[in-house]
């Protein structure tokens, strides 16, 4: 068996482990000595397997390295991936200082869907051009990435405050903006199910496009809603687009992004409204019971604590690794490049949500929205800026 | 009334909140600190006088008040995060694409972005992180981090230093951690010092009073982290002089003479021997499927340099005399070093031509035999060619780049040769009258279809060109101390507590309080250790939910 699909089958492994922990880590929930320091059969099922699947994900990050000959953090799969892992190893650690198990029913979902987002990028081996073969690659991405997957627990531990704390009894913006939350959650959920469902019928629909004076190829694995701007659609017997993308969708592949980002639209609404028909309430409301015998306050503690423990480590990751590595590579350690401005704005961001928590005011719910906020200006930067607004830093 | 002196007999500076002696709230001045709705004391800055709070008369007062407000620093970087975020709408000025039909920013957002890309360049966003309000709001930032700092910073460092172990007992119920313990043994209480010092804890003691506080140095964390980011601000200005930074960009051609290296007042020469570009080969197993999706990944951006020195002996005015001191090759991440100079490879242009050779024959004959040939040097075109068989040939019109502009008219996109091509105006031997011809790659034009000579293309040299950007900064040590003394700060501050646990003895028990500036889980841990196989009660969190 070669090296790669042992790659890829440790990957799969540690998102099925994750999985079942999750459904474990669930059946904690129920347990009402959860404030109690006292470790309940599922909860110690639950962590195991999550550090198993952890080490499992390790294997994958190894086997990958070996066989590609560099470190698997220089395409948007790996990339994600990495940050996926960061993730849970963050979440393993605040559960062993907090020994919160009911964390694990929200970090452990994230980290998948972060995974299974990776995924839907193409997984090839690719080699490194030669902007990216400096060791500064790992030790800038690494670091990014773990800054960020701590900063991602403090929006778990927020998102469930939020969930607990917000009186679902009476509609209200808080709750229409929560459910706003976990709509576009389900739109993430919806993407990965439309890219699965379409990537194994292997549908291709093959367009050309003008671009800069040339014509480019470009392959779309979903029915084309949006065609490209011009394009002609080449494939025969499959639909034709409905539309074109406008043509200040700049970049490579806008249509097909556009087109991706309509489907898991419509997949994510047709989900959500599912879910809402069977459940008959918000989203929000129908989890809140499961939070009763949590603890407000520890959830507003976890979640400032992970900003207090990731807000350095980004920053390091973030701004200073990223800042050496351009000075060697390009020159300059700061060019205004937009992935660099996003980073900054993250760091604005955090930076100002550590001086609010010294007022009084901003603990509990304010914060907990600010770390809402938080995960998204990351994950923009993750996923718009890398695919929308196309700089030094694009990507796949 | 200079000064405020406490029921405990100690002498308060005006502004005081909390007694520095005794911790007793002082009348009259709990609004400064909120505590006056409040059951629970604010321990920010230990309810020290800070002079932002003290005093508001004069203009510099309000000056200093404003900017040491917490509420105006997180306004003024929202403000800066806001501005940022606007100016990746589109790409700045430096970002617009080199293969943009107009480079000229007045045209290109226009014409990309329609409506919107005509306001963002009006309002001057195609360059907003030079902008003016965009470097106010930054050094606004600078003048708040200083305020801010130096506000606080001085009276918190003189009230820790001489902070008692007696506090009052106001002081201690009002503590988010408290508990009263009706009876405990002066064995128990010893147990607790035992078990506090076991926790590193430092004890100080005044009559049966007891203060344990460790951490306290992660209280210096903000204002070390805010030296860090000041002195990055200070590297930012000294930045913008020449004596700091110095950036130029230069195309260096190959087999091109040693030129003279720009911003270095003509001491230094360049030459490139050879530009190198690899790409990874489509036969390694791993790589594959990667290279069939994407095509081509190139592997190797190099460019091998000689830098010269101009020599000492070189005499004004004659051609500069140059010593060679440096031979080797600069590849991306991987400069070159030369006195303070670095060399970085920066772009490159493939196949420029160098020289073309043409041949003149005559139309009818399809063997094409060379009448006579002539050689053009692309680097220095000459205006007429006098050929030994008597043959005059006059370049007319030289498109260095040619292309068909949207009117159908001859045009060079460039001034580079990257796809040259002429009117030739040709006499022949003893003749007055010159045919015209059109010659370019690939194009042979005769517009009057009569012409008796005709000319092709024998031979070409083509050269690469290597876009190097030389530069020196001298500012980055500055940069770098700012940012390692940021990071010192930020972990200084965050990844230590200072925790502080008050023991006051009472009748026949002992109060006892806790303050953590932050992780109030960790105290809590800490106090449940301390109190272990005594039976002094464990502290209550009277954390106030209504502050939410």
Redesign the interface.
Known sequence: MDILSVSSGALYSAFVLYLIATLFFGATVRDKRTDKKQHTVSAKIAITLTIIGFAAQIVYFITRWFASGHAPVSNMFEFMTFLGMCTVFAFIIIYFYYKLSFLGLFALPISMIIIAYASMFPTDVAPLVPSLQSHWLYIHVTTVALGQGILFISFVAGLMYLIKEIDQTVKSKKTMWLEIVIYILFIFIGFIGITSAFGMMNYNATFEYPSGGETIKSEYKLPAIAGPNEGTLITENVMEPWFETPNWLQGQDAGRKFNTVIWSLITGTILFVIVRLIIRKRVGAAIQPLFKNVKADLLDEIGYRSVTIGFPVFTLGGLIFAAIWAQIAWGRFWGWDPKEVWALVTWFFYAAYLHLRLSRGWHGEKSAWLAVIGFGIIMFNLIVVNLVLAGLHSYA | MKEIKCECGHVNPVGTVLCEACGRPIEGNQHLD?NNE?RLL?M?YDGTARRSQTYNKSIIDKIWSFFSS??V??WL??L??VA??V??IF??E??I?A??PSRDPAVYYED???I?GLIFYQLGFHNL?TSWWYLVIIALIGISLVICSLDRFVPLFKALRHQKAQKHISFLSRQRLYSETDVASNEEIETVKNNLKKQRYNIKEENGHILAEKGRFSRWGPYVNHIGLIIILVAAILRVTPFFYM?EYVWVREGQKPIVIPGTDGQYYIENKDFILET?SKD?K??E???A??GM?????QTDIVIYQTSDKTVPGADAELDPILEGSV???D?AKFDKY?V?Q?GYQLNEFTSMTFRIHETADTEEAALDTFTVDLTAPEAEYNLDSGFRVVVDKYYPDYYLDSNGIPASETNFPRNPAYVFLIYPPNSDTAEVSFVGIGRNIDATGENIYKLGIEDFEMHDVSGL?V?YDRS?PL?GIG?AI??IG??QG??WQHRRIWIHPSENGILMAGHTN????GIKKDIEKVIKGTNIKMVE?Q?E?D??
């Open positions: 909120g409040k604010n920010r917490v509420k620093g997180v970087i929202v800066a995060l940022s975020m100016g990746t790409p700045q430096v970002y694409p293969n943009a990309q972005y329609g919107f992180y950036e990874h390694d791993r790589f499927a990667a290279i999706e994407e990944i190139p592997s190797n951006f590849r991306m991440n400069p670095t970085y920066s950007t530069k980055l940069f940012a940021f990071m930020v972990i965050m990844y932050k992780n109030w889980f969190d954390q939910l502050e939410k």
